[in-house]
Each structure stands twice: as structure tokens, then as C-alpha cells.
């Protein structure tokens, strides 16, 4: 830093450009379209008959709603101060690019005026009228007594404006105009040829995701796919598709695993004035818990170990369209607060970068999850829930619309035949009373798996599922190898009576034995659910019910002392 004083200066003084070499050099080089004008304003300020330099580049005036000029606007732009720096050490408060011309209409003031005809103009001395326009800057260094402004132009296109304040008479530089203007001209270039890269780094990582898009959109449409059904509760839940799609609520949809939320999801898409945009799938469960920011928001390239290169994330591919967030009951609590800003303002910013970016998606949210009971526990924010939840659609179980399997298992036999070449097999009344039969707690997806696997194993026209043992029969042939329960109302023996609390503190530490038996496993054939004779959803469901914690279930020293002393 250092103070001003009135400077003696030669008459033949003349700026040097040596000095700036480095500078245009530097500019042509890979530098930023935001690092540019503090680059040249902090160059332009170290010289010895500068005082502060400012740079504001035209922007749209959409974001100016706190501005004091606003009324003033005539155009849907204006000048944005972007830069702006002095080394007078009392005055560091204009190294800021707040305050009063932070904003500046386009026409307004002799600044705004330059922005309008693209003709620079230097001012020698301030008058009267001028000095109230620079009241700020002659109130607290007087030294100030010109000022240069230039257009920073491309051809006949105003990018912005920079303004060069002297603490010396601009009449005594020779070719100050013209030296300032050329300086203006190669910024504009720069700052032009830096836009059109970042440009074409977005549209090149956009062209990405896109890609990944279109080769999911492939497999879905090579996949049996369609809400199909006739059923009370599927006709119920299309009217709500309905109802719901042509708006922009968000929408949550429950129901078991495999009872096909996605499929809700792609038709409330379809059906929606979003239907000509990409729909992004995102299944929440999938993502590690270190990359879920970067994969909803995207990273600048060096942001973190393994960032090579900028990357948009998911909501960058939806803008314009449809998120659908798989499972979003198992998106962590740090990250849930960034996903409800973007809902509340559709604003985020990426990993590494400050830059705040705008984006325009509609979220269509699922889960197997009662999101109410995670609430309670403390894992789930209420807030984001209420934002999810504004339309909810529940996706009933298979086993609760039975009329459909029918219907569901042509439509399965005669797509899984067609991929593999295979003739389409008959299906038998026994067939039909087979899978009537069976409780499907896969839902729908089982049922899909079901139908391949016996179109795969199929043999001379015989048609087997090979379906498992119902968790039903399972318990019935348990009952039935068991010596006979005893009567109750026998008096000839002792009955021993048990209260609602213990029966349930046996049900807890039998729950409890069953998972450190197959250590913490809940799905699979050597899983816990199988174990008990019940469905995955329905241990899961009662873990949450009975709050049995996995210090439970991993050190037997902390079960819980609510339990049965038997």
C-alpha cells in the first residue's frame, strides 16, 4: 500500500506497455472469464498515476431486485461491477464490488452511457454535475481528478466496462485514449475467448450426461416396462398419475421394493409438460456417502483426491426436466440440507467452485422406507419431507392386487420369449393357480425373474416356475413337525400366561438372535428374513418398529435390559 501526493510528472509523459505484455500474455493463456477483470484491475492499479480501477461486464438484470436503480433499467441488462481495486491503504473498502455502482443501468451516468454507444471518453477534470456522480471517490481521495472509460468491445458487441480513475490530468498523457483503448479491445477478445471455452466445457460435460442419459433411456426401452394392470388399486393410482403430472408438484411415491416406483415415475414424466426433457434417474442407495454431493451437484476439476476433470453432476443433466431420486431415505443429513435449498430456491453450487449456478428440475422422489418413523429417529429432515410430499402416490404390493398376475405373466412370457428367441409357452390354468397362489413378496420384480428363469429352464413344452416355499407354508410345516400346543383351558395343567411386554421382548430377542446369526444379514438365503419364515420388508419393518440398534445386534454386552429375564 501506499499514500498518495500530488505527482510531478514530465510533460511528455507517456504510459509504457512493457509492462503489460505479461498481462496480455498471462490473459491469452488459460485464464478464466472471472479472473480476467481482477487480473486487469490489479495490473492497471499498480501503475504510478493510477488511483482505482473498476470493470463491470453486462449481465441480465433478473438477479437486481435489491438494487437502488432498478426504476432506471430499459433494458433486461445491465452493468455488473465485477472488480474493482485502489492501493490506497484508508480505502480498501473499494476492493469490494458492492456499494452504490455496483449496479449500473445501461444509458445511466456517463459510465452507462459508454455501454450504450460503444464510444470511450475521458474526463479531464469534474465539474460540478460530475463530482456529485463521484461524490464517493472525491469525498475520500481528492488526488482523483480524471477518469478514462472504455467500452470492453468485440466488434459490435458490448461485453462490459472499464473505467481507469487518475491521480494525474489525462490532458498531459499523450495517447491515453488510444492507449487505453487498445488495452480494452485485447481484454473484450480475451474475455470473449474465455466464455467461448467455458461454453464449450459445459456443453461438452452436458453432452456427457446426456450420453449417459440416452444410454439409460436404451435399456429402459429394451426392458418390459408400462404400468400394467385392471385392478382397483392400479386404476386408482393412473387416475392420480393423471391428476398430478401436467403440474410442477413434487411428488413421492411409496411402496415395497420391486413394485415398480420407477415405472410411476417415467409416466408422471411422460405425461408432464417436462415429457420432451430428460427424466435422470438417481438411486440414492447406490451412491457412496463421500460422493453424494458431487454426484447430485458435480465437482470443479482438483476439488478432491481423483477430481481430473470438472464434472456436472445429476442436476445439471436434469435442467429442464425430471430428477427422480430412488430411495431418498438413504441420502445422509448433511446433504439433505443442499437438496432442500435447491427445492426452495433452485440454486446450488458445485464442489471447489463458488460460482452459484441456477437450474430448473422437477423432483419425483420413492422410497420403501415410513419416512415419518425416520423423522422420529432423527434420520430424515422434516422439512425436506414436507417438500417431497406434496402429491403422494403409494405403489400397492403385488400380493394385494392378485387379479393382475395374470395379465402381468403374459406380458412377461411374451417379452422374455421375444429376447431370447424362444417360442411363447402356454400358460395352464395350474400355472395361473400357481402364482395366484404364492404371496410374491419380491412384487412385481419377482414375478418379472420368476417368468425368465422358467422360460430359460423350460424343456419340451413343460412349463415350471420353481417358486420358493411360501413364507406361510414354511411356518405351517414348522407348526405341524411341533408336538401339540397346549389347551389353555385345560385345568389338569399349569398355564403360564404371558403380557403383551413380554411377548414382545421374546419377539425382540428372538429378532435379535436370528441377525447376530447371520451376522446383520437381513436379504439373501442366508439372510435373517429367511431364518424367521418373513420377507425382508417386513424384518426391516419391525427392526424400526422394535428399535433394535446395531450395537445390539454386533456386542450382545449392550442388549437392551427391557427383555425378559427368562
Known amino acids: ?34 479472473e480476467i477483470p481482477h487480473l486487469v484491475a490489479k495490473t492497471f492499479a499498480a501503475r504510478p498515476h493510477v488511483g482505482l480501477v473498476r470493470i463491470w461486464t453486462v449481465q441480465p438484470g433478473k438477479d437486481c431486485n435489491a438494487c437502488h436503480r432498478k426504476h432506471l433499467c430499459r433494458e433486461t441488462s445491465c452493468l455488473h461491477m465485477v472488480a474493482s481495486v485502489t492501493k490506497h491503504k484508508e480505502n480498501t473498502a473499494w476492493n469490494c464490488t458492492t456499494g452504490a455502482d455496483s449496479r449500473i443501468p445501461i444509458g445511466f451516468s456517463e459510465i452507462g452511457s459508454v455501454a450504450l454507444t460503444g464510444v470511450g471518453i475521458r474526463i479531464h477534470n469534474f465539474d460540478e454535475n460530475q463530482k456529485k456522480l463521484f461524490q464517493d471517490i472525491q469525498d475520500t481521495t481528492p488526488e482523483i481528478v480524471g477518469v478514462g472509460i472504455q467500452p470492453l468491445a468485440l466488434k459490435n458487441d458490448i461485453l462490459g466496462i472499464i473505467a481507469v480513475y487518475a491521480l494525474i490530468d489525462l490532458k498531459r498523457v499523450r495517447r ?16 470473449s475467448n474465455a466464455r467461448a471455452f467455458e461454453e464449450i466445457e459445459s456443453l461438452r460435460a452436458q453432452l456427457e450426461l446426456e450420453n449417459e442419459y440416452l444410454r439409460n433411456e436404451i435399456h429402459h426401452i429394451q426392458s418390459p416396462g408400462g404400468i400394467i394392470g385392471k385392478s382397483p388399486p392400479v386404476i386408482s393410482m393412473l387416475d392420480q398419475i393423471a391428476q398430478v403430472a401436467p403440474t410442477e408438484a413434487s411428488v413421492l411415491i411409496l411402496g ?28 440414492c442407495a447406490s451412491i457412496p ?30 435442467d429442464g426436466g425430471t430428477l427422480f431420486l430412488d430411495e431418498v431415505g438413504e441420502i445422509p443429513l448433511l446433504i439433505q440440507g443442499k437438496l432442500l435449498r435447491v427445492l426452495q430456491e433452485g440454486m446450488y453450487e458445485r464442489i471447489g467452485e463458488e460460482k452459484t449456478r441456477k437450474v430448473d428440475v422437477r423432483i419425483i422422489a420413492a422410497t420403501n422406507r415410513n419416512i415419518e418413523q425416520e423423522i422420529a429417529a432423527g434420520n430424515f429432515r422434516q422439512d425436506l419431507y414436507y417438500r417431497l410430499n406434496v402429491f403422494p402416490i403409494e405403489v400397492v404390493p403385488l400380493r394385494k392386487r392378485k387379479k393382475d398376475i395374470p395379465i402381468l405373466a403374459r406380458h412377461f412370457l411374451k417379452s422374455v420369449s421375444k429376447k431370447m428367441n424362444h417360442a411363447v409357452p402356454q400358460l395352464t390354468d395350474s400355472n395361473i393357480r400357481e402364482l395366484m397362489d404364492y404371496e410374491w413378496p419380491g412384487n412385481v420384480r419377482e ?21 420358493p416355499v411360501a413364507s406361510t407354508q414354511v411356518e405351517s410345516s414348522k407348526e405341524l413337525s411341533k408336538e401339540p400346543a397346549e389347551n389353555p383351558w385345560d385345568t389338569t395343567k399349569e398355564t403360564v400366561i404371558f403380557t403383551e411386554q413380554q ?14 446369526k447371520c451376522k446383520g444379514t437381513i436379504y439373501g438365503d442366508h439372510g435373517a428374513a429367511m431364518l424367521l419364515g418373513i420377507s425382508p420388508t417386513t424384518l426391516s ?3 424400526s418398529r422394535l428399535k433394535i440398534t446395531k450395537q445390539e445386534i454386533f456386542n450382545e454386552k449392550k442388549i437392551s435390559a427391557d427383555i425378559d429375564p427368562e
Open 1 to 34: 500500500m501506499v499514500d498518495y501526493a500530488p505527482m510531478e510528472i514530465s510533460q511528455n509523459y507517456e504510459p509504457e506497455f512493457d509492462s503489460l505484455q505479461d498481462l496480455m500474455l498471462h490473459m491469452g493463456r488459460k485464464c478464466s472469464a472471472e
Open 176 to 191: 491515453g485514449d488510444r492507449w487505453l483503448g487498445n488495452v480494452a479491445g485485447f481484454v473484450a477478445f480475451a474475455l
Open 256 to 283: 415395497e421394493s420391486g413394485t415398480g416406483k420407477e415405472l410411476v415415475a417415467r409416466e408422471i414424466h411422460k405425461r408432464s409438460l417436462r415429457g420432451k426433457k430428460p427424466m435422470i434417474s438417481v438411486n
Open 289 to 318: 456417502g463421500e460422493l453424494y454431493e458431487s454426484e447430485f451437484f458435480g465437482h470443479k476439476k482438483g476439488a478432491f483426491t481423483g477430481a481430473i476433470s470438472d464434472r456436472g453432476g445429476r442436476f445439471q443433466a436434469a
Open 447 to 467: 414375478l418379472q425373474n420368476i417368468i425368465e428363469r422358467a422360460v430359460i429352464t423350460s424343456r419340451s413344452g413343460r412349463f415350471f416356475f420353481h417358486l
Open 503 to 516: 411377548i414382545r421382548a421374546k419377539t425382540r430377542k428372538n429378532m435379535i438372535a436370528a441377525l447376530k
Open 541 to 543: 419393518s419391525r427392526i
